[in-house]
């Protein structure tokens, strides 16, 4: 059974997690890109099921038509990437690769 300091540390963090920025995924996109769209899908079924959990995540898609030079920052070499953080897909992820990387950087920061 939980104490009452316990309980209020939990909701204490709870309350820290629903104010906090959110996390972002970035969606690097082509409109000549066949799997693009795939990738889109399972970023916003990943941030959906994070989203249960009362997480704040946001999806977050950029066509590199629109923004070429985001290319060339980010030294992309193939599309679909997906970029959490620091932490990179590149390809065509399931929702579960990218709710991996949601853990590292929602849980261990």
């Given at each position: 059974m939980m104490r009452g300091n316990e309980l209020s540390k939990l909701k204490e963090l709870d309350t820290n997690l629903n104010q906090s920025k959110p996390v972002r995924i970035n969606v690097f996109?082509?409109?000549s890109c066949s799997f693009c769209n795939e990738a889109m899908d399972a970023a916003c079924?990943?941030?959906?099921?994070?989203r249960k959990f009362n997480f704040n995540i946001e999806v977050v898609e950029t066509s590199v038509e629109e923004k070429p030079e985001v290319i060339?920052?980010?030294n992309a070499i193939a599309l679909p990437m997906i970029q959490i953080g620091n932490s990179r897909i590149i390809g065509l992820p399931s929702s579960e690769d990218?709710?991996?990387?949601?853990?590292?950087?929602?849980?261990v920061g």
């Open positions: 996109t082509s409109k079924k990943a941030a959906n099921n994070f060339e920052a980010l990218i709710e991996q990387l949601l853990h590292q950087s929602v849980l």
